[in-house]
C-alpha cells in the first residue's frame, strides 16, 4: 500500500523516555504508517527526531495537531492525557493513552494485546489504555498461566527502574551516582544522603547505593498509587474484579527493566514442569531458568529487549497451588512503548481491514 493511503499516526510526548523508544520501535517495526507527526510540548517545537530513518520536525501539541490523524499514541503526563485525549478522539482519532488517566474508565479498554486483544475493539469514548509498566512487566506472563490454572491471588513486590519515573528519574540517578562513585560511601548512616544533597528528582530518598520502598503517590491507608495501580489494572485486564493483590513497590538503582517477584496462587495443584511448558510457549515470554547454570533474568540483560523474561519457577514449598517467579521486563519497550504500538497496530490493521 502506497504510503499516502495508509494510517496517519500522530506520537505524543516524542521526545520523553517513552516516546524517544517509541520512535525506535517505529522505526523497527513492519512500516505501516503513512505520515508520523511527532508532537510534544512548546518546548520541544521545531526540534528535529529521527523516525524510520528520516528526520521529522516536533509540532507543539494543538488542535491542529490532530488534523487528519487516524491514531494517536500519548506517551505525555496524566493531566496532558487527560485534557488532550478527548480532543484528539473529537477529531476522530484513535487515542492509545498510556498514562494513567484513563485506564479506570469503565468506558476504556485496558489492553494488553497477548492477554487481552479483543478488548481493544470496543472503545465507547475512542480511547484505549495500556496499563503501567509495573503491571505490564509481568501480567503477560501472569495471563498465560491464568489462562491455563485460573488465578486466585497474586501477592508481588516490584524492584523499579529510575526510568519509570521519565528522563527525570534517569538524570537523578546518573547525577547521584557520579557524586557517589569511587568513594567509600554506605557504611554508615546518612553519608549518601549528604553526599547527594537535597536533589533526589522525582524520589523521596537518594536512589543509588540504595533502595527506596516507594513509588508514586500516597493512597489511603499507606498504599502507594503504584501498589494500588497494580491491583486495580491486574484485575481489570485479566478480568478478575475480586481477585487478591498485594503489592509492594520499590525503586531501585537500576536505570531501565523493572523487576518483579511473583507469588501466584491458582484454582488448584499446579507442577513446575506445565508451567515451565506453558512459559515456554507463550507468546512473549521468555523462559530462562537453570539454576543450576546460574541463568535467571536481571535487568542488565533483560533492559532494550521486547519479551517478559520469567525465571526462579518454583512450587511454594507449603501451598501445592501457588507458583513463586522472578520476572523482568523492560519498562520502556513492553512496560510502555511497546505495549503501546501493538495496540495502535491492532486499531490499524482494524480500520485498513487488514
Ligand atoms: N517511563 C515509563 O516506564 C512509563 C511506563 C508506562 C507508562 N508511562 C507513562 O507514559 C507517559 C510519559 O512518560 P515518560 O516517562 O516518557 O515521561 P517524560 O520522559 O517526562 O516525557 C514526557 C513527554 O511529555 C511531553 N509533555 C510534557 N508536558 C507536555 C505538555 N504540556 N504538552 C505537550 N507535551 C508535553 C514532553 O514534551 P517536552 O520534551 O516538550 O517537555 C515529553 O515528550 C506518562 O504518563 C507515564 O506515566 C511511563
Excluded at 190 to 198: I, N
Aim: aromatic residues 4%; hydrophobic residues 45%.
Amino acid at each position: 500500500m502506497e504510503r499516502s493511503a495508509r494510517p496517519t499516526l500522530a506520537v505524543v510526548g516524542a521526545t520523553g523516555a517513552v516516546g524517544t523508544v517509541m520512535l525506535q520501535i517505529l522505526s523497527q517495526h513492519a512500516d505501516i504508517w503513512g505520515e508520523i507527526r511527532l508532537v510534544a510540548s512548546p518546548r520541544s517545537a521545531g526540534r528535529k527526531l529521527t523516525v524510520r530513518g528520516e528526520e521529522v520536525e516536533v509540532v507543539a501539541l494543538d488542535e491542529a495537531a490532530f488534523e487528519g490523524v487516524d491514531v494517536a499514541m500519548f506517551d505525555v503526563p496524566d493531566e496532558v492525557a487527560a485534557e488532550w485525549a478527548p480532543r484528539a478522539a473529537a477529531h476522530g482519532a484513535v487515542v492509545v493513552d498510556n498514562s494513567a488517566a484513563f485506564r479506570m474508565d469503565p468506558q476504556v479498554p485496558l489492553v494488553v494485546p497477548e492477554v487481552n486483544p479483543h478488548a481493544a475493539r470496543i472503545r465507547p469514548r475512542g480511547i484505549v489504555a495500556g496499563p503501567n509498566c509495573t503491571t505490564l512487566s509481568m501480567i503477560v506472563a501472569v495471563g498465560a498461566l491464568h489462562a491455563e490454572f485460573g488465578l486466585r491471588e497474586l501477592v508481588v513486590s516490584s524492584y523499579q527502574a529510575v526510568s519509570g519515573a521519565g528522563r527525570a528519574g534517569v538524570e537523578t540517578l546518573r547525577r547521584q551516582l557520579s557524586l557517589v562513585a569511587g568513594t567509600e560511601l554506605g557504611t554508615s548512616p546518612g553519608d549518601v544522603r549528604r553526599a547527594v544533597g537535597d536533589r533526589t528528582g522525582p524520589f523521596p530518598e537518594p536512589v543509588a547505593l540504595n533502595v527506596v520502598p516507594w513509588a508514586g503517590s500516597l493512597r489511603d491507608e499507606g498504599w502507594s498509587s503504584e501498589e494500588m495501580k497494580v491491583r486495580d489494572e491486574s484485575r481489570k485486564i485479566l478480568g478478575l474484579p475480586r481477585l487478591k493483590v498485594t503489592a509492594t513497590c520499590v525503586r531501585v538503582p537500576v536505570v531501565t527493566t523493572h523487576s518483579l517477584t511473583v507469588h501466584a496462587r491458582f484454582e488448584g495443584e499446579v507442577t513446575v514442569d506445565r508451567t515451565r511448558e506453558i512459559l515456554a510457549t507463550a507468546p512473549g515470554v521468555v523462559l530462562f531458568d537453570d539454576p543450576e547454570a546460574g541463568e535467571f533474568p536481571t535487568p542488565a540483560d533483560a533492559v532494550g529487549t521486547d519479551p517478559t523474561w520469567v525465571g526462579r519457577v518454583r512450587r511454594a514449598l507449603d501451598d501445592p497451588t501457588a507458583l513463586d517467579l522472578f520476572v523482568c521486563g523492560d519498562n520502556l519497550r513492553k512496560g510502555a512503548a511497546l505495549n503501546t504500538a501493538q495496540i495502535a497496530e491492532l486499531v490499524a490493521a482494524e480500520l485498513t481491514g487488514a
